[in-house]
């Protein structure tokens, strides 16, 4: 079933995510490249990196900014 009013800004998939997990969302960080997902982790009270993959992000994200990932 479709429930796009549980999409991140809400939080509902993080928490979700950390039940699940057995680990308070509070203790959690998320990364995130968009508005959305810092907005999502803010509200669930997780600590967030925001990834700038564009410059015009960066000015968007609070917390911490990255701008580079590595992956291997």
Known sequence: M???HLMKPNPFPL????????????NCTLIGDSLTDIQAAHTAGAAVVGYANKPHKADQFADAITEALNTT
Request: proline share 7%; glycine share 0%.
């Open 15 to 26: 928490i979700t995510a950390a039940e699940q997990m057995s680990i308070d969302v509070t």
């Open 2 to 4: 479709k429930q796009p």
